[in-house]
């Protein structure tokens, strides 16, 4: 089944375009925002269908030439067809229609801080061929997409990601399939290579002796990390503080915005409150905002290890550190802890509704959530609303551009007895 002349009035969080039939919305692969296109349907569903684009009929205004040259095959970007100005405008406008659907909140507006937009970051993921060529996911697939650069790796990435692949052409030459993907992290310094190994121990006496010398921190990732070579950390700098950063840490992968991201959360904290980080990971977050006086609870016990390290390295005086799940926190802990204000920077299925509910019973006067995905941020202001709270600020940033993906930071205060 075909439709014509289908406008494209939005996109979706994986690219896809959003256009209307005369029966029902379309999700359409390689439609471009703005343009008016022919479409196939792939799959009806109940309420929508999937199709593709088969015909530009008008081209999108906000249309421009994706400088990769893999863009068009590979899945890592799926916006970097769109001129940036209006990348900013549709992240913008996907917070305000899911803070419109899900909560009391109809904002006309929201400031986003903008970003660098290409080469800003110091992670990327690849899947390794059997051969060890290094690839990207194709769009709306799990086929690969060889690569020799990616745009939006910082330079010392790119730099030397043909040495990195000779290095994983190796292994996978003497042990084929060997790899399942390679994570590769920077401070700008140094490089870290983390090798996740499928399910295969043959290969580690190899890289053991081949590569302990290499110039590349070196890591074997899985159930227990085996440091090959270098260091089994990084360090980077956040305002005036230093932090260790494991082979498995969470840390932001926007260098550029990093400090504009916690600068706003700072900002909105104020100074001499006693902070409630959960999912604090190795405390980054925490420690760049607030200059002491931390909680942290991580379910990850070796991210908590470099919490307790981060801390000691900025010479915090008052802290603690919990190795346990953020459903372990109530309000019985929260008020024996003498909590002010929650920090928190959940994953991107954004919080329990119970954790709420003990967080809404602990009277706590203010929360900060950051968050990466807008859906669930509504979802849980509509929670925390019907808790007591009230949103006071928010604003975005974008540490993600060509993709659609967005932090956005806000504040919730109590404004209701607590229930």
Do not use: W
Request: proline share 3%; net charge positive; aromatic share 8%.
């Amino acid at each position: 089944m075909k439709y014509q002349d289908i406008y494209i009035r939005d996109i979706l969080i994986d690219g896809r375009g959003v256009g209307e039939t005369p029966d029902k919305v379309a999700f359409i692969e390689g439609a471009v925002y703005g343009e008016v296109c022919d479409i196939e349907i792939i799959e009806e569903k109940k309420n929508f269908y999937n199709a593709k684009k088969i015909k530009t009929i008008k081209e999108s205004p906000v249309k421009t030439q994706a400088p990769c040259p893999y863009f068009y095959e590979c899945g890592a970007c799926t916006i970097m067809d769109i001129k940036y100005d209006q990348q900013l405008q549709i992240k913008k406008n996907l917070i305000l229609q899911a803070l419109g659907k899900s909560t009391s909140y109809k904002l006309d507006d929201i400031e986003i801080i903008p970003s660098k937009e290409l080469r800003y970051r110091n992670k990327i993921r690849l899947q390794v061929e059997k051969d060890g060529r290094l690839a990207y996911n194709k769009s709306y697939s799990n086929d690969l997409v060889y690569i020799k650069d990616c745009l939006l790796a910082r330079e010392e990435i790119s730099e030397n990601l043909t040495k990195i692949e000779a290095i994983t052409k190796d292994i996978s030459e003497n042990f084929p399939g060997s790899i399942k993907e390679i994570t590769i992290r920077s401070n700008s310094k140094d490089l870290m290579l983390n090798l996740d190994l499928e399910n295969n121990k043959e290969p580690i006496s190899y890289i053991k002796e081949k590569y302990k010398n290499s110039n590349f921190f070196i890591n074997i990732v899985g159930k227990e990390n085996i440091n090959i070579s270098g260091k089994d950390h990084l360090e980077y700098k956040i305002f005036d503080k230093t932090f260790r950063i494991s082979a498995n840490d969470f840390y932001q992968v926007n260098d550029s915005q990093i400090e504009n991201l916690y600068g706003e959360a700072k900002k909105l904290l104020g100074r001499g409150k006693k902070v409630l980080d959960l999912y604090c990971g190795s405390a980054t977050s925490s420690i760049a905002i607030n200059d002491d006086r931390l909680v942290g609870v991580e379910i990850n016990k070796n991210a908590i290890q470099d919490a307790k390290i981060n801390a000691e390295i900025n010479d915090l005086k008052d802290f603690k550190f919990i190795a346990k799940n953020a459903k372990y926190i109530d309000e019985k802990f929260i008020k024996k802890e003498k909590i002010d204000t929650l920090i928190v920077d959940p994953p991107r299925a954004g919080l329990d509704k119970d954790l709420i509910k003990s967080i809404g019973k602990s009277g706590l006067k203010e929360i900060i959530y950051i968050s990466c995905n807008p859906q669930t941020l509504a979802r849980d202001i509509n929670r925390f609303e019907k808790q007591g709270y009230k949103l006071e600020k928010i604003k975005a940033v974008d540490m993600f551009p060509q993709t659609m993906h967005v932090e956005t930071v806000v504040l919730m205060t109590r404004v209701a007895p607590t229930k």
